[in-house]
C-alpha cells in the first residue's frame, strides 16, 4: 500500500522553493454537503483517481490521482 505524502511547506519563505505534486490536489471551500463520491466521479473526467481525502468538516479534500 503506497502511502500519500505531501509537503504544505509552512515552515519555507519562498514560495518558488516548495516542491509541487503533480498528481495531489487541495481542494477547499467545499460545500458540507459534499461526499467523498461526489469528488470522485467529478474529478475521475481528468484522470484516474486513486484517493480521495475529505476533512471531517467537509471544507477541504485531498484528491490523488494515479497519474499525472
Known amino acids: 500500500d503506497e502511502k ?3 509537503e504544505l511547506g509552512f515552515h519555507v ?3 518558488n522553493l516548495c516542491e509541487r505534486s503533480e ?3 487541495l481542494i477547499k471551500n ?3 454537503r459534499i461526499k467523498e463520491k ?3 466521479e467529478l474529478f475521475e473526467f481528468y484522470g484516474v483517481v486513486s484517493k480521495v481525502l475529505l476533512a471531517p468538516n467537509r471544507a477541504i ?3 490523488d ?3 499525472a
Do not use: G, S
Request: hydrophobic residues 50%; charged residues 35%; aromatic residues 10%.
Open 13 to 15: 519563505k519562498d514560495r
Open 30 to 32: 467545499l460545500n458540507h
Open 38 to 40: 461526489d469528488l470522485r
Open 23 to 25: 498528481r495531489i490536489l
Open 61 to 63: 479534500a485531498i484528491v
Open 4 to 6: 500519500i505524502r505531501f
Open 65 to 67: 490521482f494515479l497519474n
